[in-house]
């Protein structure tokens, strides 16, 4: 039987925000620039690395609804995931409000209220080659880059869309998103 979209769905199929669960050779090279961060004095914040693709699913689907990109009973179905995305009236036809307001709240509840682009069905964190993090620091800092070499970054933002910090992520093999203004805590194995 399938359960209603809303909150609940939210705790199933969790994610994990541990390194250790990347894959290689990701995970050393997410290791080697976290210890370069921190030793820089960047807060790090790890929020996502590997996602099961069911977790993947409800994300996406959720903010597509949210955003009314797609009616309920358009969505595909997923093997495993017994979510059922389109409430109804008490008489039986589609209550798209309310099947909009339930995809809402389990944007809201998956923190995504201000990314810019659907979650991807598959994607370097369904693969283990991801890491969303949130990256802040004040003043300047020194840090190094994976040959050793000090860099410092006296530039604009500090935080994780810093240009600067991107290059020396990059030394890492510890890649910025590309359209890093539509995912701003998202790094990759390339980008992706």
């Known amino acids: 039987m399938k359960k209603p979209s809303g909150l609940i769905w939210v705790s199933s199929f969790l994610g994990s925000n541990s390194v250790e669960k990347l894959n290689q050779p990701f995970k050393n090279k997410v290791r080697s620039f976290l210890e370069s961060t921190r030793n820089a004095g960047i807060n790090v914040v790890i929020t996502s690395t590997l996602r099961p693709s069911e977790r993947a699913y409800l994300m996406h689907w959720s903010w597509k609804l949210s955003r009314n990109l797609v009616k309920p009973q358009h969505i595909p179905r997923k093997v495993g995931v017994d979510i ?35 979650p991807s069905l598959n994607s370097r964190h369904t693969e283990g080659y991801a890491i969303d993090m949130l990256l802040s ?16 970054i006296k530039s604009l933002p500090r935080d ?32 992706y």
Do not use: C
């Open 84 to 118: 059922d995305w389109v409430h109804k009236h008490s008489d039986g036809s589609i209550n798209i409000s309310k099947s909009i307001i339930a995809a809402k709240e389990m944007v809201r509840a998956y923190g995504m209220l201000n990314l810019n682009v659907a």
């Open 160 to 191: 994780g869309m810093n240009k600067e910090l991107h290059k020396i992520g990059q030394s890492f093999g510890v890649i910025k998103f590309h359209n890093s203004h539509k995912d701003k805590p998202h790094w990759s194995i390339d980008g």
């Open 137 to 152: 620091w004040y003043g300047t800092i020194e840090i190094k880059d994976q040959k050793g070499n000090i860099v410092k």
